[in-house]
């Protein structure tokens, strides 16, 4: 299984950025899908997570609003659309794969997990 991530990079605050995360070796759509986060010197934090459908979605307080997490079952991919970046979202971001019934905002409940890249927000 793999979970490669792409977009991201250096942005104002105040600006926007996208991320996609292409899912192989599994079956997609058997997969809710979530993204994570860690800041510099912190713990890894739940970003957002949406179900195998695409009907559900649940965002952390701190993004809600901001964030949009979406997917394309077609084509294997889970998106998160960042808009309104603060200084604070600064992180690495990863996407991963769960499935189960779970909340799917904990770390231990998930799969797979793609490889972080760094979102940073300039002030």
């Known amino acids: 299984v793999q979970l490669q991530a792409c977009g991201g990079g250096l942005v104002q605050a105040g600006g926007s950025l996208s991320r996609a995360c292409a899912a192989s070796g599994l079956t997609f759509s058997d997969y809710a899908m979530g993204w994570f986060r860690q800041a510099p010197g912190k713990e890894r934090e739940f970003v957002a997570r949406i179900s195998w459908s695409g009907s559900t979605t649940r965002y952390a307080d701190s993004v809600k609003g901001r964030f949009t997490i979406s997917r394309d079952n077609a084509k294997n991919t889970v998106y998160l659309q960042m808009n309104s970046l603060k200084p604070e979202d600064t992180a690495v971001y990863y996407c991963?794969?769960?499935?189960?019934?779970?909340?799917?905002?904990?770390?231990?409940?998930?799969?797979?997990w793609g490889q972080g890249t760094l979102v940073t927000v300039s002030s």
């Open positions: 991963a794969a769960y499935n189960s019934r779970h909340t799917g905002t904990r770390q231990s409940q998930y799969d797979y």
